[in-house]
């Protein structure tokens, strides 16, 4: 699963800064693949909104520009685990999206919004390209079933 992508370099010492970053899985001592690159998180400074992190095998500033772009990969089995009512981006991504048994579009993506994560769905029932984002608060979301690959949302809530 997506820990992140490798960002711009951070000094001199092979740091750089983590986009697009899922802090729970930046932590210390976790095995990491950048590319072809298989390693582990040795340092961890910064926010989790800008976090910067150190990686073994990447020693300078050239090294952290060469892996810029690239996914950080966290092996599942090696993720924290999660809280119940808690998700993997990556588990909720495709799930079909139902309003009760109207079938209303796929899951693409989960982003984050200044007040709260949304599923970003490819809407069946709006023109062609259209995208509703549907907030993940449980005014708007009646359950999700990850095996199922269902996930029921209440679309009143969500078009108010």
């Known amino acids: 699963m997506s820990a992140g992508r490798v960002g711009r370099p951070h ?12 802090p729970r899985l930046l932590e210390l001592g976790t095995a990491v693949s950048i590319g072809e690159l298989a390693s582990e998180i040795v340092r961890r400074r910064g926010s989790d909104r800008r976090p ?5 095998g990447v020693e300078d500033r050239e ?4 892996l810029r772009g690239l ?5 599942a089995a090696d993720a924290p685990p999660l809280e119940d009512g808690e ?18 579009g796929v ?16 809407s069946e029932q709006a023109p062609a390209g259209s995208e509703l984002l549907v907030p993940m608060v449980r005014e708007a979301i009646r359950s999700v079933d990850v095996a199922a690959r269902r996930i029921d949302v209440d679309m009143s809530f969500v078009q108010e």
């Open 11 to 22: 000094g001199l010492d092979g740091s750089f800064y983590v986009t697009m970053a899922r």
């Open 52 to 56: 910067i992190v150190s990686v073994r």
């Open 63 to 66: 090294g952290a520009e060469r």
């Open 71 to 75: 996914e950080l990969a966290v092996a």
């Open 87 to 104: 998700w993997w981006a990556s588990e909720l991504e495709g799930c079909v999206v139902y309003d009760g048994e109207r079938r209303v």
């Open 107 to 122: 899951v693409e993506k989960l982003i984050e919004l200044p007040s709260c994560e949304a599923l970003q769905v490819a």
